[in-house]
């Protein structure tokens, strides 16, 4: 006879779940405003973008109270103090590279890696959610494509001028993906979602990415690598 893998039945009312879901929620919402912030500031440094950035600042906006109503379907309260510590590393880097007009810096966190980490967070916990959670991601997952393919293109335009920008910021960055994941690994297992799957989905967005804006396999693969040995 055949074994067959049985997923367990998660329990969305248990008390373990819900102090894992307070943390995992806050990151979501937090991940959003900070998304929402970061392309309102990128009009500073890319004027003739307004329209379209101001467009993906109020997606994300839509995104977040679509996370913030997840937690209360759930008499959740999200922990956002820790979330707000959760992206700090992150968030400090943009307003660093914002501060010094560094353009090429900024898109890469906002458009490639938080994008990235997001797609892959999300398209690993749609199977898993309650189904009033899953109905909302699934409508987020298919927006951040978007946001994603904005940042391939324009660093794609202009790849020849910026690669070597990307290489240095992607050494600064990606190790600080690696440590958050690392962080969140406890608690997204309780909400059904395996670190080794969140870093390859993660590993593979970030890799098509880097891809379609020009680099090679080779370059993605030594880039991929920064930081990874932490997890």
Known sequence: MQDVAVTPTLDYTSETYKDAYSRINAI???GEQ????????LIQLLPDSKDELTSLSKMEARHKKGFQACGKNLSVTP?????QEFFAELHQNFQD?????KVVTCLLIQSLIIECFAISAYN???PVA???ARKITEGVVKDEYTHLNYGEEWLKAHFD???DELEVANRQNLPIIWKMLNQVAADAKILGMEKD???EDFMIAYGEALSNIGFSTRDIMRMSAYGLREV
């Open 79 to 83: 922990d956002m103090e820790f979330a």
């Open 124 to 126: 690993i916990y749609i």
């Open 161 to 163: 001028e910026v690669k």
């Open 197 to 199: 799957a969140l870093v």
């Open 130 to 132: 309650d189904p009033f």
């Open 97 to 101: 590279a914002l501060a010094e007009e």
């Open 28 to 30: 979501v919402i937090e």
């Open 34 to 41: 900070e998304a929402k912030d970061n392309y309102l500031h």
